[in-house]
Structures are given as C-alpha cells and as structure tokens.
C-alpha cells in the first residue's frame, strides 16, 4: 500500500478500535463493490467479525479521509508551487489529522483577493512590521519615518504605521497554533447567548424562551441548539458566541482574555511603551477585526454539525425501531383511514397484502350513518374473513376506534382484532408515483387506506415505499443537512431489510431495491421477470433476470428468501456459496440436507470447527449451524398491541393518576413522545423513564413501543399532556415551559420545543417543558 492509504488504514483503526488488518479487509470488499450487510453477514473470518454498525461508521470516515488526503495533496502542491515549502511545514500539513487544521496551516499561502496587507507589501512595509516585531525597545513612530512612499501613498508616519498595524495584524490571525488554541478554548470556556430581535418580538412568541438565554457551549443540547439556529434563520433571534467574562465587563474598550492570548503567543509585553501601545493595538485588531467575527462561525457551525449528526443519530435508531417492529403476519385486514367530513376510507387486503376490496363509510358527522357503516363492515369483515382491524391514528382515529368497537361488539362471531396504526407518511404514498403504478384502479383517497392495512401485517415492506423522512420519527429533521440525513436513512433501511430478508416471491420493487447487491433498475427487472415467467423456484434461477450478474448474485442471493423451493436452504439466510458445508454435514449425518433443517438433536451433535476449512471459518460455520436450528428467523420482536382506555378519547377525558397503555410514537434526547389515543402525544421525560438514571431514552423504550404510563398533568389549551413511566410518581403541577408534539403532513411528529433550565426531579412535567421548547 502507499503511505497515504497505510496512513488512513491507521487513524481508522485507531478511531474505531481495531485492528489494521481488519480495516484494510473491510476498505478492500468496499473497494471492491461489497455492500456492508454482505460484508457483515457473509465476511467475517475476513474483516475479524466486524459488525455492521462499526462498517457504516469505517464506511462515513473512509469517505472524509479520502477527502481529507486529497486535499492535503491539493495544499502541499500549491505550497509547493510557491516555493515556501519548507521541511516544517510539509510535516505539519502532513501531521494534519482534520480539515480544519489542514486549512488553518494552508491560510497563510492560500490565494486571496488583495488584501491590505498585501498593499501595505507592495508599498515596502513588512521589513517595518518585522522591526517593530523583533527590537523590543524601538520607538515604532521613529522607525517609520525610514519607510514614507508616495508613490504608495504612504505620505506620512501614521500610514506606514497603520500598513504594519494590517501586516502583523494579517500574519497573527493566520498563525495555525494561534487559531487551535484559541479555537479550543473558546469551545472549552465560552458560552452562546440568544437575543429576541427587538423588533419582531410579537411575531417570536414561539422562541420567547430564547428571548434571553445564555448557556456554556459544552452544556447545550443538539436540540436546543437547531432551535436556536432556526430561530436565527426565521430572523427572530440573534446568537452571540464568547466568554461569559467578556459580556459582563461594564468596559467594551477593556481587553479581551484572547487579545492577551495573541500578545503572549508572540511574547509582546502589553506595557506602556510606544512599541506596548502600538502592539497593543494590533492584538485588539487582531481579536476584534481579523478573528473574533470568524471564530465565532465556525464555533457555531461546528455545533450545528454536532447537533445535526446527534439528531440524524435519533432519528436513524428511531427509523431502525419503526422499522423493524413487530408485524402481525399474513392475515387478511382491513385498514381504516379515519375522516369526518370525508368519510373513513375502507381497504381490505388478503393474507398477501393484495386489495380485496375498497369503499368509504360515513359514519361521523355530518351524515352520522354510525348502524349503515357497521353493516357496511361487517358484511366486510365476514366476506373476507378479515382477521385484523387497522386503524389510523390521525383525525377522527378515537371515533373510528369506537366503531370498530361497535362493529365487533355487535357482531361477536368475527374474530377480528383492532389495531391503531401510525399513519405516517400514508398520505405520502398515496400521492406517490408508486402508489399509482401499485394501485392504479385506486382514488388517491383509498390508498392510504390500503397502506394502513399493509403496514399492520408488515411494517418494513410498506414503510420501505415512503420516504423515511416521511414517516415522523425525526427531530428537527428540516433544520439538518438532508443529504446526510438522507444518506444516513438509506443506511438504516438497508440494514433492516437485509436484517429480516426478502421472500423473492412476493417481495415489492420497492423491498427488493433494499436488498444487498440490488438497486431500483435490478429490483424492476426481478419483478417483470418473475410476472413473465411465474415465480422462482430456486435461488439459481436469479441468475436468469437481466442485470442480474455473478457479482450482484454473490452480494444479494443470502438475503433473497425462496419459500417453497427444491433445496430448503433456499429459504434460509445461509448463502448457496456455503451450501457445500451443509452438504458435508448431511454427509456426516448420513441424512438429507432437508433434515438437518430444524433438527436440533442432530445438529447439537456436530462440533463447529470439524467444518472449517480454508475457505469457510469458524464464524460462518458457527452462523450456519445457527441458522438450520431456526431457519429463517426473523430478528422483530412478537406481535403484540397497545389497549386503549375504551372511557378516553380526548383530552378531557384525561385525568391526572390514571393508568394508561400507550405506544412510543418519537425518542428524542429528552424523553419519549406517547400515543395515548388522545389525537395529542403525552411526553414522558427523560427523568421519568424509570427510576435509575438514564443517559440515552433509546435505552429504555423504542418507537413503536408498547408502554404503561401515569398521567401526571394535562394543560387541554396548550395542548400537553405529561406522562410518566414511573408508575409510582404522584400527579403534581407543572411549573412551566412548553412541550408539544404536532401533527403535520400526514400524520407527521415533530418535535418542537428544547429549554435547558433545570427542573426537580420529581416532576416530570416541569423538567419536559424545561427541556423542550417550540420552535417552529
């Protein structure tokens, strides 16, 4: 390998700690077109067992480090080409192990638009800036005098004081050590205070807890900071980055704590001599014209990258909960997408997901055809032999509960069960182009309907269809970098679909597109194959799609699932390259590869490494042994469902103490969003998750979730509702801030509000809406 790839094999091992050979095989299947689910699946006597969540990150950082070397390629070159590359300064840039020290070394020699202390260059003053500089008992008004040029304009004594003032004041603020140090302290030791713009204090009300605010950088929360920046960019608020000591000094001409910083870097005695009070002055020109405006935004930015990656994280592991939660499985279902006006739109959808039947009931009002609706159901349910009930949880979702509840009271032969259902991001797909070429007989009204139902029997294949920043599990999903965030959810979803696996057979456009190896033009070639030719028989038989070639075979066929076919492996997650292990095994048993599926007496009689060979290692037969024990198991939890208090609707139904089931609807750092069945999300802080402490909610609960929960306060005009998962808390009074989870965009939750005062520990409502603040 070269020295830049030995170089970035290094820093990777040692930022995810592993070893080099590790890293080097993972870089090398990733070079070579292997995607990260294969590698972790199907490599690991490879890469040494890496798992996928280490390969993603190897994956993102591989990508900034060969941006960084090329960059650096860049600089030594330009340097270079100037003939100022010195043996120093080429170690230093070669040292640089980030871009912004890369950049902060390159400052001095990157090309720049004439500034004026290249003016002051050109009209001969740097040897007055270097004397100044090195004779520590000059006069510098004296020296001066030597270096008056009219034909520069420097006429005078105080303009070639002033060139030399922008010479020193140039070279200090591009002075690498300089800008780490003080960089490091100003994140260290400074604070950001938020202003209302006085102005358009009427129209900020929603940011009046920013109003003023001041907080130290280091304690200030991802989201707290994004609602600050949007506060910012709505033009509401302004952001001051600084030492707290600066703000308070009554004095604005009084030195700054890094004016003294510069003049002790450059060993300038602050006295008052005339070289003193001419350094001096450069010092503070220094600070508070070259670097104060600038270090203060790239502090801000590089908080604004850490709250975006820390709410990209939330919503990834949100996504991946969602995602992989549990499905009720092939059972016929009707899903209900609530209306008032409109009507609740009916879908019914067979075992396979496939559309039975449509149609809308008006049940509510104005038309109140509460007993034709239920008939309408009924007849239904029973044609259909529907086994489950989907129901929306948007508008109207209590009410539509309650006929669902009518319906199977009225009708106790069915043996259906109802369901709420997240709705989000339905409304999405049914305006979609893939819901018109899956659906095209369809209303666009109808579809959601149908995506209710699908969802219900499998989460994962229906969720695939929608834009995961669709579904409403983020937390200032608008306010982050979308092609991060984008990329980072395209990660997630890859992951949980290749998790579970794909039945080839049955499987969407939009599922197999998810799967290791294959992509939407791929995916669409499978399908049009498989509804020419009929249904695959074997996993062999992948190799006869178009597109479909040895490589892309290799890196998707173990997690394409054939039910049903000649050889049983071809259901199972064990990879046909390794099915010369099982036979050996068969052999050994003197049975039947199709024996050996499920049968753990058989299978507890082999020992692991009688089957490892050159080619197949002990992880892949230890995986293979686990997989014919439990062929095609699937990683989701079981099954089960949230009951719904039948005596609470809405919010005045609420009382503070009652014992209520709900689900998980968002995790976000400072607690988790509840479904109650209220149309109003509860907030269960992060301090009433449990009765230990807890670091990340994500420990405790995930989306989807089903949970207990004790209502602690209900404020019905601003619309909050604070929970608690320590069933021992007593109800108590909020003492203010403000917690709101909206609905928007089809079912939509975002999280809006973020505070970082303190509140007791026993009460959960006050410590949520300290917490959280609206800022949208």
């Known amino acids: 390998m070269t020295t830049v790839q030995n170089r970035i094999i290094a820093q990777l091992a040692q930022e995810l700690g592993c070893a080099a050979q590790q890293i080097q095989a993972a870089v090398q299947l990733l070079d070579e077109g292997a995607t990260v689910p294969f590698i972790a699946r199907y490599r690991k006597e490879v890469t040494g067992g890496l798992d996928d969540a280490v390969l993603r990150d190897l994956q993102e950082r591989l990508v900034y480090l060969r941006e960084l070397e090329d960059r650096r390629a860049v600089i030594l070159e330009s340097i270079g080409g100037q003939g100022k590359l010195t043996p120093e300064l080429k170690a230093a840039v070669e040292a640089a192990g980030n871009k912004q020290t890369l950049e902060d070394l390159y400052l001095p020699y990157k090309p720049k638009r004439r500034t004026r202390a290249q003016i002051a260059r050109e009209a001969g003053l740097q040897p007055l800036a270097d004397a100044i500089l090195a004779q520590h008992d000059c006069v510098p008004e004296n020296l001066a005098t030597s270096y008056l040029n009219p034909e520069h304009q420097i006429n005078d004594v105080k303009a070639a004081l002033d060139g030399a003032k922008d010479i020193l004041a140039e070279q200090f603020s591009e002075n690498a050590d300089l800008l780490a140090r003080l960089r490091t302290r100003l994140t260290a030791e400074g604070s950001i205070r938020a202003a209302v713009v006085p102005e358009k204090a009427a129209e900020a009300i929603k940011f009046q807890d920013y109003f003023e605010h001041q907080e130290p950088l280091k304690q200030v929360a991802s989201h707290r900071m994004l609602a600050m920046l949007r506060g910012r960019e709505q033009g509401f608020l302004t952001l001051k980055v600084d030492l707290p000591e600066v703000w308070d000094n009554e004095n604005p001409r009084a030195a700054h704590p890094f004016e003294t910083e510069i003049a002790n870097l450059h060993k300038i005695n602050r006295d008052e001599s005339p070289r003193g009070k001419f350094l001096s002055e450069v010092c503070r020109w220094t600070w508070r014209i070259k670097l104060a405006s600038t270090l203060e935004s790239e502090v801000v930015a590089n908080m604004r990258d850490a709250a975006q990656a820390d709410a990209i994280g939330v919503f990834g592991k949100n996504l991946k909960d969602l995602l992989l939660a549990a499905p009720a499985g092939a059972k016929a279902t009707m899903g209900l997408d609530p209306g008032i006006r409109t009507g609740v739109k009916v879908a019914v959808v067979d075992a396979t997901g496939q559309v039975v039947a449509t149609t809308t009931v008006f049940p509510h009002e104005p038309r109140r055809q509460w007993d034709e609706s239920i008939a309408v159901l009924a007849a239904l349910c029973h044609k259909h032999q529907v086994e489950l009930i989907a129901i929306g949880n948007g508008t109207a979702s209590r009410e539509t509960d309650q006929l669902a509840s009518d319906l199977l009271a009225r009708h106790k032969d069915l043996k259906a069960t109802k369901v709420m259902v997240s709705e989000a991001g339905a409304s999405v797909y049914s305006a979609s182009a893939l819901a018109s070429a899956e659906l095209p007989e369809l209303d666009v009204s109808l579809r959601g309907a149908v995506s209710i139902a699908r969802r219900l029997q499998d989460p994962l294949a229906e969720l695939v269809k929608i834009d995961p920043k669709s579904i409403g599990v983020g937390q200032y999903q608008h306010d982050v970098d979308q092609r991060q965030l984008s990329g980072r959810l395209e990660a997630v979803v890859e992951d949980c679909v290749n998790a579970v696996g794909v039945e080839v057979n049955t499987a969407s456009e939009s599922l197999l597109a998810r799967v290791s190896g294959l992509n939407a033009s791929v995916a669409k070639a499978l399908v049009s194959f498989r509804n020419t030719h009929g249904q695959f028989k074997s996993r062999d038989d992948l190799r006869k799609v178009p597109r479909l070639g040895d490589k892309t075979f290799e890196q998707a066929a173990g997690f394409l699932r054939i039910h049903g076919a000649d050889n049983p492996l071809d259901a199972s997650a064990v ?121 990340d909610p994500h420990s405790v609960v995930k989306a989807g979730q089903v949970v207990k929960v004790k209502v602690l306060e209900i404020d019905i005009p601003r619309k909050r509702i604070s929970l608690t998962m320590r069933l021992s808390d007593d109800p108590v009074k909020s003492t203010g801030g403000q917690v709101q989870a909206n609905r928007a965009g089809g079912g939509q939750r975002d999280i809006r509000r973020a505070s970082s005062s303190p509140a007791p520990s026993n009460n959960a409502f006050a410590a949520a809406f300290a917490k959280a603040k609206n800022s949208k």
């Open 575 to 695: 990879h046909p390259e390794a099915y010369i292990v099982v036979e050996k095994m068969a052999q050994k048993a003197g049975k039947p590869v199709g024996s050996l599926v499920g049968n753990k007496e058989v299978l507890k009689t082999f020992k692991p490494t009688e089957f490892v060979d050159e080619r197949f290692g002990l992880p892949t037969v230890e995986d293979i042994l686990l997989e014919l024990d439990k062929p095609g198991r699937d990683p989701r939890p079981s099954f089960k469902t949230a009951k719904f208090d039948d005596n609470v609707h809405t919010m005045a139904d609420l009382k503070p103490g009652m014992l209520l089931e709900g689900v998980v609807t968002n995790v976000a750092n400072f607690g988790a969003f509840v479904d109650i069945g209220v149309h109003q999300d509860g907030l269960v802080h992060v301090s009433a998750l449990s009765n230990t402490f807890v670091k």
